[in-house]
């Protein structure tokens, strides 16, 4: 019954956001023998304003 | 000082989240007798592209 | 599909827990209508050395 | 490695978030001695419907 | 610079999380593309207490 | 009415949690200006074995 959450950037489009779910799945599936139907994915789009590393927001980095 | 956080489909308008807050609020207060006063509850819209389970979005299940 | 995470202090017994699961969730459904069986609920015991408010743990406050 | 989230009401502009991402940043570094570029900080704006506490939300309040 | 959270029922042994972190990765990057080195992975255990369904602590369930 | 989450590494001792409370707090409220009464602060620790990067275990990396 896991729950998997994924903040990332924002942009990826509906396709990748498609992959992403199908293969983060698969994965836990492969690596636990849980099956894929008890697996929640819930994806999360940071803005790159919003997420900073060493005090800077990513958007101010050059 | 109990923190309520919840993750749920988006579309619910500003008066079923009226009532979600303040249902979620009173059975966590009668469960615990803890006050109201000190029950934060926060909502987060989620999108059905953005969860999945079985591998597969919301937003693609037939 | 909502889920609902809970964060409180640590030192509730499982009865209570037990209630807090039922409460929260017949609540949430009240509120929208939803199925209880769609209703996930999480529970986090925190100590009140890692919860602050006003710049101060818990555990300190007189 | 350390992730440091935080949520809070919608509204502050990019030059408010900037100073967050640094001050809590430092912040953390000075009480911990780990070096800032090892922090991550990400930030979610959170809206005043979506927020309640004493079973009502912020946005309800007078 | 995605970080994935999974919550889990608690009993998963040291290999099996080692599995866990490193399909999971691998499946993120594979669908995005992005570096593995960059994917954060934390994961959490959680209790059948602490963890219901329907009004019912999976740990009740018979 | 922020909250701030921080996820660590397992094995900071008490008075280390009471300064990061502490210079957290004080460096969210010198960037905006909220009191410190308002701000709630959760710590979290963390396992290196239950954080991973580039698909290894913090436990495992030599």
């Known amino acids: ?5 994924i903040e ?3 942009g ?3 396709e990748q956001k498609r992959q992403i779910i199908k293969e983060v799945t698969d994965g836990f599936s492969r690596a636990t023998g849980a099956s894929p139907d008890t697996v929640h994915v819930v994806l999360t789009d940071v803005s790159t304003e919003d ?5 800077e927001a990513f958007a101010d980095k050059t």
Not at 51 to 55: D, S
């Open 51 to 55: 997420w900073g590393r060493g005090g």
């Open 12 to 14: 990826r489009d509906r």
């Open 8 to 10: 990332m950037f924002e």
């Open 1 to 5: 019954m896991p729950i998997i959450r």
